[in-house]
Protein backbone atom coordinates (compact mmCIF):
# COMPACT_ATOMS: atom_id res chain seq x y z
CA UNK A 1 0.00 0.00 0.00
CA UNK A 2 2.95 2.37 -0.05
CA UNK A 3 1.62 3.95 -3.18
CA UNK A 4 -1.35 5.54 -0.95
CA UNK A 5 1.36 7.16 1.41
CA UNK A 6 2.59 10.63 -0.06
CA UNK A 7 5.96 11.49 1.14
CA UNK A 8 7.01 15.13 1.52
CA UNK A 9 9.34 15.84 -1.54
CA UNK A 10 13.07 15.28 0.50
CA UNK A 11 12.26 11.63 0.83
CA UNK A 12 13.82 9.54 -1.96
CA UNK A 13 14.58 5.71 -2.17
CA UNK A 14 17.91 5.25 -0.28
CA UNK A 15 16.55 6.56 2.60
CA UNK A 16 16.29 4.12 5.60
CA UNK A 17 12.54 3.11 6.82
CA UNK A 18 13.82 5.02 9.88
CA UNK A 19 14.69 8.25 8.96
CA UNK A 20 11.25 8.27 6.85
CA UNK A 21 9.77 7.38 10.01
CA UNK A 22 11.39 10.25 11.09
CA UNK A 23 10.57 12.63 8.51
CA UNK A 24 6.84 11.83 8.51
CA UNK A 25 6.56 12.53 12.26
CA UNK A 26 8.14 15.99 11.84
CA UNK A 27 5.83 18.45 12.66
CA UNK A 28 3.65 16.22 14.70
CA UNK A 29 2.94 16.54 18.52
CA UNK A 30 5.01 13.85 20.27
CA UNK A 31 5.11 13.78 24.12
CA UNK A 32 9.15 14.41 24.37
CA UNK A 33 9.61 17.55 26.97
CA UNK A 34 10.56 19.72 23.99
CA UNK A 35 7.33 19.44 22.28
CA UNK A 36 5.35 19.72 25.53
CA UNK A 37 7.14 22.97 26.58
CA UNK A 38 6.22 24.51 22.90
CA UNK A 39 2.78 23.78 23.46
CA UNK A 40 2.97 25.09 27.03
CA UNK A 41 4.85 28.74 25.53
CA UNK A 42 2.27 28.32 23.18
CA UNK A 43 -0.74 28.57 26.11
CA UNK A 44 0.74 31.17 27.30
CA UNK A 45 1.18 33.33 24.67
CA UNK A 46 -2.18 32.84 23.57
CA UNK A 47 -3.76 33.68 26.77
CA UNK A 48 -1.78 36.96 26.99
CA UNK A 49 -3.06 37.52 23.85
CA UNK A 50 -6.57 37.17 24.78
CA UNK A 51 -6.12 39.01 28.23
CA UNK A 52 -7.05 35.82 29.99
CA UNK A 53 -5.44 36.15 33.28
CA UNK A 54 -6.87 33.11 35.62
CA UNK A 55 -6.14 29.41 35.35
CA UNK A 56 -8.39 27.88 32.44
CA UNK A 57 -7.41 24.35 32.66
CA UNK A 58 -5.61 23.08 29.03
CA UNK A 59 -5.65 19.17 29.33
CA UNK A 60 -3.61 17.19 25.74
CA UNK A 61 -4.98 14.11 25.85
CA UNK A 62 -3.14 11.53 23.75
CA UNK A 63 -5.65 8.99 24.01
CA UNK A 64 -9.46 9.24 23.06
CA UNK A 65 -11.99 9.16 25.94
CA UNK A 66 -15.44 8.95 25.89
CA UNK A 67 -15.49 12.97 26.58
CA UNK A 68 -13.68 13.62 23.47
CA UNK A 69 -16.44 13.04 20.11
CA UNK A 70 -14.56 15.73 18.50
CA UNK A 71 -10.82 17.29 17.96
CA UNK A 72 -11.31 19.52 21.08
CA UNK A 73 -13.83 21.34 23.37
CA UNK A 74 -14.40 23.41 25.86
CA UNK A 75 -16.36 22.98 29.39
CA UNK A 76 -17.76 25.93 30.66
CA UNK A 77 -16.38 25.08 34.15
CA UNK A 78 -13.28 26.26 32.36
CA UNK A 79 -11.69 23.60 30.56
CA UNK A 80 -10.06 23.30 27.52
CA UNK A 81 -9.51 19.99 26.10
CA UNK A 82 -7.70 18.95 23.02
CA UNK A 83 -7.02 15.83 21.46
CA UNK A 84 -3.32 15.78 19.88
CA UNK A 85 -2.73 11.95 19.10
CA UNK A 86 -1.01 12.09 15.19
CA UNK A 87 -2.07 15.99 14.93
CA UNK A 88 0.06 18.50 13.61
CA UNK A 89 1.36 20.65 15.99
CA UNK A 90 -0.22 23.83 14.49
CA UNK A 91 -3.43 22.14 13.96
CA UNK A 92 -2.98 21.35 17.76
CA UNK A 93 -2.19 25.47 18.33
CA UNK A 94 -5.20 26.15 16.39
CA UNK A 95 -7.45 23.88 18.56
CA UNK A 96 -6.32 25.69 21.52
CA UNK A 97 -6.92 29.37 20.68
CA UNK A 98 -10.25 28.30 19.27
CA UNK A 99 -11.18 27.26 22.17
CA UNK A 100 -9.57 29.80 24.90
CA UNK A 101 -11.64 32.43 22.95
CA UNK A 102 -14.88 30.32 24.46
CA UNK A 103 -13.29 30.57 27.82
CA UNK A 104 -13.09 34.37 27.09
CA UNK A 105 -16.43 34.38 26.02
CA UNK A 106 -17.58 32.44 28.61
CA UNK A 107 -15.98 35.01 31.45
CA UNK A 108 -18.00 37.77 29.71
CA UNK A 109 -20.79 36.06 30.31
CA UNK A 110 -21.77 35.85 25.98
CA UNK A 111 -21.93 31.93 26.48
CA UNK A 112 -25.93 31.35 26.93
CA UNK A 113 -26.90 28.71 24.58
CA UNK A 114 -24.83 25.62 24.20
CA UNK A 115 -26.35 24.56 20.85
CA UNK A 116 -26.92 28.01 18.89
CA UNK A 117 -23.50 29.19 19.80
CA UNK A 118 -21.49 26.35 18.74
CA UNK A 119 -23.05 25.84 15.78
CA UNK A 120 -21.05 26.17 12.41
CA UNK A 121 -21.16 30.18 11.20
CA UNK A 122 -22.52 31.67 14.76
CA UNK A 123 -21.04 34.74 15.69
CA UNK A 124 -19.56 33.36 18.46
CA UNK A 125 -17.91 30.31 16.81
CA UNK A 126 -17.02 32.91 13.87
CA UNK A 127 -15.05 34.88 16.32
CA UNK A 128 -13.39 32.03 17.72
CA UNK A 129 -12.32 30.80 14.40
CA UNK A 130 -10.60 34.53 13.48
CA UNK A 131 -9.15 34.91 17.06
CA UNK A 132 -7.59 31.53 16.47
CA UNK A 133 -6.36 32.56 13.11
CA UNK A 134 -4.80 36.11 14.12
CA UNK A 135 -3.35 34.39 16.90
CA UNK A 136 -1.19 32.00 14.98
CA UNK A 137 -0.55 34.26 12.30
CA UNK A 138 1.05 36.62 15.23
CA UNK A 139 2.90 33.77 16.46
CA UNK A 140 3.88 32.16 13.06
CA UNK A 141 5.68 35.82 12.68
CA UNK A 142 7.56 35.55 16.05
CA UNK A 143 8.30 31.64 15.12
CA UNK A 144 9.11 31.64 10.88
CA UNK A 145 10.18 27.99 11.64
CA UNK A 146 6.79 26.45 12.18
CA UNK A 147 5.71 27.38 8.48
CA UNK A 148 8.41 25.91 6.86
ZN1 LIG B 1 -16.14 26.48 18.89
Not at 15 to 26: F, S, V, W
Not at 33 to 41: C, G, N, V, Y
Amino acid sequence: MDAMIRYPKKINESMTKTTIKRLLREGLLTKDEQDIRKISDFINFAKDYLGITDDVKVELAFERTPDITTTAYYDLSGLVKVYVKDRAIVDIQKSICHELVHHLQNIEGRLNNPIEDGADGSPIENEANAKAGEILRKWGKMHPEVYI
